[in-house]
Nanobody, 117 residues
Framework: QVQLVESGGGLVQAGGSLRLSCAAR????????MDWYRQVPGKQRELVASIGRLDYVYYADSVKGRFTISRDKNTVYLQMNSLQSEDTAVYYC?????????????RGQGTQVTVSS
């Protein structure tokens, strides 16, 4: 059974830092990409960062220069610096669907990040 286990969320003051981790368990292959999303109640889910093969990375404009995504095998990290109140959300780790490997995709349970101003 595939399981994405997230950790590292919490409460931090504005300007502070947090590091999120997500371990993908039960996956027998190395996913082509791993992502971090976030969601605020009442708003659409937002892709925050993604890391793929050949050093491909993507960042939402709102986090560029402040967040860094990295990966070690099937564990993905999100280093979040200079946090702002607007970063308050539930952060989800995601492994995209892979039709070639017949993998339907997976998402973690989410970890709360709260930034106090």
């Amino acid at each position: 059974q595939v399981q994405l286990v997230e950790s590292g969320g919490g409460l931090v003051q504005a300007g502070g830092s947090l590091r999120l981790s997500c371990a993908a368990r039960g996956i027998s292959f190395s996913p082509d990409a791993m992502d971090w999303y976030r969601q605020v109640p009442g708003k659409q889910r937002e892709l925050v960062a993604s890391i793929g093969r050949l050093d491909y990375v993507y960042y939402a404009d709102s986090v560029k220069g402040r967040f860094t995504i990295s990966r070690d095998k099937n564990t993905v990290y999100l280093q979040m610096n200079s946090l702002q109140s607007e970063d308050t959300a539930v952060y989800y780790c995601n492994v995209p669907r892979d039709d070639i490997r017949r993998f339907p995709g997976a998402r973690g349970q989410g970890t709360q990040v709260t930034v106090s101003s």
